[in-house]
């Protein structure tokens, strides 16, 4: 979406909701996809690991306007201000047991047993907005390593990350030439 308000704002913005599903991500291995039951690919069919299922962007570009005075016009006019903001929600991924290999089927990528809530709050500092006084992270206690002979329950690309949110600005003032027009 592109909208000019007037003749000195101009705001663009998107948004994007998607969802992405496959059998393994693109690791830039040359001999392909590492599944973790070789014989069994179709386990693995989870989220993409790059996958935003949400992602929204805005940039804004305001300039001052120009005045009728010179004086207020050299002081205050030519300066623009321009914020982009970016908002996104978290990659997906998941939790392996390193090296493990109790499955028996010689990939060494064993996921584990999820037994409890992936997910725990910790309290970040007293000083924090409400927003941000909670701050989620991965709860080691809710994995264990599933029996030998056996494959984990926990899915490929079944947790999300954190999201993301940013602003970056820039405050920019032109200088006209001396007798050019300004504009």
Known sequence: MTHRFSQNFTLLSNYTWSHCLSLSDFTGELTGPSFES????????????MNLDQNFNASLVASSPKFQGTWTNRLLGNWQISPIITAHSGLWFYATLGSTDNSRTGVEADRPIETGSPYH?????????ASTRYVQIL?????????????????????????????????????????????
């Open 139 to 183: 709860n080691p206690a809710a994995f264990s390593e599933a029996p030998v002979g056996s494959l984990g329950d926990e899915g490929r690309n079944s947790l999300e990350g954190p999201g993301f949110f940013n602003v970056d600005a820039a405050l920019i003032r032109y200088f006209p030439r001396q007798g050019a027009d300004e504009v």
């Open 121 to 129: 709050f910790v309290y970040n500092t007293p000083n924090s907005t």
């Open 38 to 49: 070789p014989a069994s690919p179709g386990l693995d069919y989870g989220n993409c690991g």
